[in-house]
C-alpha cells in the first residue's frame, strides 16, 4: 500500500496542473475587453450565455469520451480548443469572432471540467489512498486559487505594460501549452482507455445510461443536485459584488498608486482584489480537510447553505459599508472551496468507478443549465433591487438548509 509521501511526484504534478491552468491573465479583465471592443452589455451577456449553452451540451458527451476514449486525451483536446480560444479573442474585430472563440472556451470548458478530478480518484484509488480525496483534492485546488492569486498580481504588470487588453490572450497562450505537455506526462494507466475506435452507437447508447446511473441512484443524485444548485447559486451572486465593490472605493476616491491615470488605478484595483480572494480562498480549500475530519460531512457541507444564507441577507443591509461588502465577498469564496473538496470527495465515493468522470460532468451541466435559469432572474431583480435580489437569493438559500437537514441529508446518511 502505498503511503501519500511516496506519491508526492504526481500529486505535485496535480497541482501544477491546476496552477497553470488558472493563470488567464485577462480573467479580470474580460468583461472591460469585451465592452471596449464596442459590445453593449446585451452582446456580453449574450456571449456569457453562448459559453453556458456550449457546457450544457457538451458536458455528458464530454465525460463519455473521457471515460471510453482515455481521459489524458480528452484534456489534451480540451487545452487546443483553449489556445484557439484565446487567438481568437486576441485577433477578434466583432461579435462574430467572439462568439466563436466563446464557443470554443465553452467547448474547453466542457472537455475539462470532472475529467482532471476523476483522474486524481483513480491515481488515489491505485495507489490504495483513496481516504486522502479531500486532503489532495483540497490541495490541488488551493494551489489552483494559488495560480489564480498570482495571474491576478502578474495580469496588473501585463495590463499596464502591454500596448493593448487583448494581448492578455496571448500571453495566457503559454502556460496552457506547458500544461499540455505535463498532462502528456501522466502515467499511462490514468488514461484509462477502454475503447481504440470510435462508434457513434455504443457512444450515444453510454451517454444515456450515463445519466440513467447519474438519476437512478438516489444517493449520486442528491448529491449531484445539492453540489449543482450550489455551484449555480454561488456564480449567480457573486458578480454582483465585484462591481459594488469597485464603484465605493472609486467613489470614495481610493487612488492608491497617484504615478497612474484613473482608468490605470481601476485595473490596478480590480486585479488587488481578485489575489487577496484568491490568497484566502486556497487556504481554506488547503484546509478543507482538516474541518472534515472534524465534522460530519453531510453536517459540513450543508451548513454552507446557512452560512451562505447568512452572508447574504447581512450584506443586504450593508450595500453601502465597503468594509462589510468586501467581507462578504471574501466569506463567499472561504465558502465554496471549503465545501467542494468534501463534496467532489461524497461524489466520487458514492460513484461507480468506471462513470466518475460522466457523473462529475453531469453536475457541472447541471450548474449550467440551473445558471442559465438563475442568471437573468437575479440579474432582472438586481436592476429592480439589490437589497431584495440578496435577501431573496438568502433566503432561498436557507429555506434548502431547512430541506436538507429534515429530509435530504437524512436519506443520503443512510444510504
Same mark, same amino acid.
Given at each position: 500500500?502505498?503511503?501519500?509521501?511516496?506519491?508526492?511526484?504526481?500529486?505535485?504534478?496535480?497541482?501544477?496542473?491546476?496552477?497553470?491552468?488558472?493563470?488567464?491573465?485577462?480573467?479580470?479583465?474580460?468583461?472591460?475587453?469585451?465592452?471596449?471592443?464596442?459590445?453593449?452589455?446585451?452582446?456580453?451577456?449574450?456571449?456569457?450565455?453562448?459559453?453556458?449553452?456550449?457546457?450544457?451540451?457538451?458536458?455528458?458527451?464530454?465525460?463519455?469520451?473521457?471515460?471510453?476514449?482515455?481521459?489524458?486525451?480528452?484534456?489534451?483536446?480540451?487545452?487546443?480548443?483553449?489556445?484557439?480560444?484565446?487567438?481568437?479573442?486576441?485577433?477578434?474585430?466583432?461579435?462574430?469572432?467572439?462568439?466563436?472563440?466563446?464557443?470554443?472556451?465553452?467547448?474547453?470548458?466542457?472537455?475539462?471540467?470532472?475529467?482532471?478530478?476523476?483522474?486524481?480518484?483513480?491515481?488515489?484509488?491505485?495507489?490504495?489512498?483513496?481516504?486522502?480525496?479531500?486532503?489532495?483534492?483540497?490541495?490541488?485546488?488551493?494551489?489552483?486559487?494559488?495560480?489564480?492569486?498570482?495571474?491576478?498580481?502578474?495580469?496588473?504588470?501585463? %495590463?499596464?505594460?502591454?500596448?493593448?487588453?487583448?494581448?492578455?490572450?496571448?500571453?495566457?497562450? %503559454?502556460?496552457?501549452?506547458?500544461?499540455?505537455?505535463?498532462?502528456?506526462?501522466?502515467?499511462?494507466?490514468?488514461?484509462?482507455?477502454?475503447?481504440?475506435?470510435?462508434?457513434?452507437?455504443?457512444?450515444?447508447?453510454?451517454?444515456?445510461?450515463?445519466?440513467?446511473?447519474?438519476?437512478?441512484?438516489?444517493? %449520486?443524485?442528491?448529491?449531484?443536485?445539492?453540489?449543482?444548485?450550489?455551484?449555480?447559486?454561488?456564480?449567480?451572486?457573486?458578480?454582483?459584488?465585484?462591481?459594488?465593490?469597485?464603484?465605493?472605493?472609486?467613489?470614495?476616491?481610493?487612488?492608491?498608486?497617484?504615478?497612474?491615470?484613473?482608468?490605470?488605478?481601476?485595473?490596478?484595483?480590480?486585479?488587488?482584489?481578485?489575489?487577496?480572494?484568491?490568497?484566502?480562498?486556497?487556504?481554506?480549500?488547503?484546509?478543507?480537510?482538516?474541518?472534515?475530519?472534524?465534522?460530519?460531512?453531510?453536517?459540513?457541507?450543508?451548513?454552507?447553505?446557512?452560512?451562505?444564507?447568512?452572508?447574504?441577507?447581512?450584506?443586504?443591509?450593508?450595500?453601502?459599508?465597503?468594509?462589510?461588502?468586501?467581507?462578504?465577498?471574501?466569506?463567499?469564496?472561504?465558502?465554496?472551496?471549503?465545501?467542494?473538496? %468534501?463534496?467532489?470527495?461524497?461524489?466520487?465515493?458514492?460513484?461507480?468507478?468506471?462513470?466518475?468522470?460522466?457523473?462529475?460532468?453531469?453536475?457541472?451541466?447541471?450548474?449550467?443549465?440551473?445558471?442559465?435559469?438563475?442568471?437573468?432572474?437575479?440579474?432582472?431583480?438586481?436592476?429592480?433591487?439589490?437589497?431584495?435580489?440578496?435577501?431573496?437569493?438568502?433566503?432561498?438559500?436557507?429555506?434548502?438548509?431547512?430541506?436538507?437537514?429534515?429530509?435530504?441529508?437524512?436519506?443520503?446518511?443512510?444510504?
Amino acid at each position: 500500500m502505498a503511503k501519500l509521501k511516496d506519491c508526492r511526484l504526481q500529486i505535485f504534478k496535480f497541482e501544477m496542473y491546476g496552477f497553470l491552468k488558472n493563470l488567464r491573465f485577462f480573467e479580470p479583465y474580460l468583461i472591460i475587453y469585451l465592452t471596449i471592443s464596442g459590445l453593449n452589455l446585451f452582446q456580453v451577456g449574450l456571449l456569457i450565455s453562448i459559453r453556458e449553452i456550449v457546457i450544457y451540451i457538451f458536458e455528458i458527451p464530454s465525460g463519455v469520451i473521457a471515460d471510453m476514449y482515455g481521459k489524458k486525451v480528452e484534456l489534451i483536446i480540451c487545452f487546443v480548443f483553449y489556445i484557439i480560444s484565446f487567438f481568437l479573442f486576441f485577433i477578434a474585430t466583432g461579435f462574430g469572432i467572439l462568439a466563436v472563440a466563446m464557443i470554443l472556451f465553452g467547448l474547453g470548458e466542457a472537455f475539462r471540467s470532472g475529467t482532471h478530478k476523476s483522474m486524481i480518484m483513480s491515481f488515489l484509488d491505485h495507489n490504495e489512498i483513496g481516504a486522502s480525496k479531500t486532503r489532495v483534492y483540497g490541495q490541488t485546488r488551493a494551489m489552483s486559487l494559488i495560480g489564480s492569486m498570482v495571474m491576478s498580481l502578474v495580469a496588473i504588470v501585463f %495590463v499596464i505594460w502591454l500596448p493593448e487588453i487583448k494581448y492578455l490572450f496571448l500571453v495566457s497562450i %503559454v502556460p496552457y501549452l506547458l500544461d499540455m505537455l505535463l498532462i502528456a506526462s501522466y502515467p499511462k494507466y490514468l488514461n484509462e482507455r477502454r475503447h481504440t475506435t470510435f462508434n457513434l452507437k455504443d457512444f450515444l447508447k453510454q451517454n444515456v445510461e450515463s445519466v440513467k446511473y447519474t438519476f437512478k441512484d438516489k444517493k %449520486v443524485s442528491r448529491l449531484v443536485f445539492d453540489e449543482a444548485l450550489y455551484q449555480a447559486g454561488y456564480k449567480s451572486i457573486k458578480d454582483y459584488v465585484q462591481p459594488i465593490i469597485i464603484a465605493l472605493s472609486i467613489s470614495a476616491g481610493l487612488v492608491a498608486f497617484t504615478n497612474y491615470s484613473a482608468d490605470e488605478n481601476l485595473k490596478i484595483y480590480i486585479g488587488i482584489i481578485y489575489a487577496v480572494i484568491y490568497l484566502i480562498s486556497s487556504f481554506a480549500s488547503r484546509n478543507s480537510y482538516k474541518l472534515a475530519k472534524k465534522v460530519n460531512h453531510f453536517s459540513l457541507v450543508n451548513i454552507m447553505w446557512l452560512l451562505s444564507a447568512v452572508t447574504a441577507i447581512v450584506l443586504s443591509f450593508f450595500l453601502d459599508n465597503l468594509f462589510v461588502i468586501f467581507a462578504s465577498f471574501i466569506m463567499i469564496y472561504i465558502f465554496i472551496n471549503l465545501r467542494k473538496p %468534501v463534496m467532489i470527495e461524497q461524489i466520487g465515493n458514492a460513484s461507480d468507478k468506471t462513470k466518475r468522470a460522466s457523473v462529475l460532468s453531469i453536475e457541472a451541466q447541471l450548474a449550467s443549465l440551473l445558471l442559465v435559469i438563475f442568471a437573468p432572474i437575479i440579474g432582472a431583480l438586481a436592476d429592480w433591487s439589490m437589497k431584495w435580489m440578496f435577501i431573496i437569493v438568502g433566503g432561498m438559500m436557507l429555506t434548502i438548509y431547512l430541506f436538507n437537514k429534515l429530509y435530504n441529508f437524512k436519506i443520503l446518511r443512510s444510504s
